[in-house]
């Protein structure tokens, strides 16, 4: 049996063949009636196969996100998995934006739903929450390093209402979200590249040090619609090698005209790429 690459060097290697940029894919309500598609599962549908033929080639990865396929129950689903594969089909990784997060004993039956390979709902990687304390996620690791995936652990989320949660102060006096880093970094121990990597909204203003030696990649989000823009991202994350920006909806505001959307895909990689190219010493001395 061959070892699968693991997650970060896959989407390491497809950065540089492409661009950096995770293009969101969120059937909203809204986007679906701007785009004149029905707001029931085969919207979602059409809704995601266009902006995955705009984003294929041009981007490493695309993220679906669960809730808004959910929403139409067992048919969303199915237009989920329908959508993981015609992703996969297009070259591109799936990053499944689920937030999936319980106590250890189910925590691996999601770790089975969502990183086994050849699972209805596998997918590449996936966002899971810490909220029941970050030991629980051990099994989404124990899949994911079997399986060659990776994860996005929440440690600063691009609301404004996270903040209280996620700064607060644990015994030791270290805030949750370094207690997730400081995980993850355990995690990704005695890699250049590790594959499990955090989410560090694009809008948090805060310091962003504790990021330091995580050796992983770090998904932004808040681009676009919650107010984040290129110069945010190269203002706030100085080393820019493991950032990974994402964006959903200011990409589907370029739509329907797929042409028009693939041209916004090429713009957010272009302004992003640009962004996050620099690098100073001191920070790759680290
Ligand atoms: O901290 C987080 C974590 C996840 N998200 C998700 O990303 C997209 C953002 O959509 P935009 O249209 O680019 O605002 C959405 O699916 C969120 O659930 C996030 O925004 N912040």
């Known amino acids: 049996m061959t070892t699968p690459t693991p997650f970060g060097i896959r989407l390491h290697d497809a950065i540089e063949r492409t661009g950096r940029l995770c293009v969101g894919i969120d059937p909203t309500a809204r986007d679906l009636d701007a785009w004149s598609l029905p707001d029931d599962a085969r919207g979602a549908a059409r809704f995601a196969a266009a902006i995955i033929e705009a984003s294929a080639g041009q981007v490493p990865v695309v993220k679906p996100q669960a809730a808004y396929f959910e ?7 199915v237009a989920l998995a329908d959508t993981i594969r015609l992703a996969h089909a297009a070259g591109l990784l799936v990053l499944l934006d689920a937030k999936r997060g319980d106590i250890g004993s189910t925590n691996a039956a999601y770790a089975e739903a969502y990183l086994r390979a050849g699972a209805p709902l ?7 929450s810490p909220v029941a ?12 390093r079997a399986e060659g995936a990776g994860l996005f652990v929440l440690a600063r989320t691009s609301n404004p209402e996270a ?9 030791d006096g270290g805030t949750v979200a370094e207690h ?5 970094r355990a995690q990704n121990a005695g890699q250049d590249v590790g594959s499990f990597g955090c989410v560090f909204g694009a809008t948090v203003d805060d310091s962003h040090d504790a990021l330091a030696g995580l050796h ?3 998904l932004a989000p808040g681009l676009g619609a919650q107010g984040a823009t290129a110069d945010d991202l190269a203002r706030r994350f100085r080393d820019g090698r493991f950032v990974l920006p994402t964006t959903s909806r200011a990409i589907a505001a370029a739509g329907p005209s797929l042409r028009a959307v693939a ?3 090429t713009d957010t990689v272009e302004a992003c790429t640009d962004a996050l190219r ?9």
């Open 71 to 77: 929403r139409f129950g067992p048919d969303g689903v």
């Open 122 to 128: 596998g997918v590449d990687a996936m966002t899971v």
């Open 133 to 144: 304390g970050v030991a629980s996620l051990a099994p989404f690791v124990d899949v994911a």
């Open 163 to 171: 903040y209280a949660s996620q700064t607060a102060r644990e015994t």
């Open 180 to 184: 997730v880093l400081a995980w993850l």
């Open 216 to 218: 992983a990649f770090v």
């Open 263 to 265: 041209a916004a895909v």
């Open 278 to 286: 620099p690098v100073r010493v001191q920070d790759s001395a680290r």
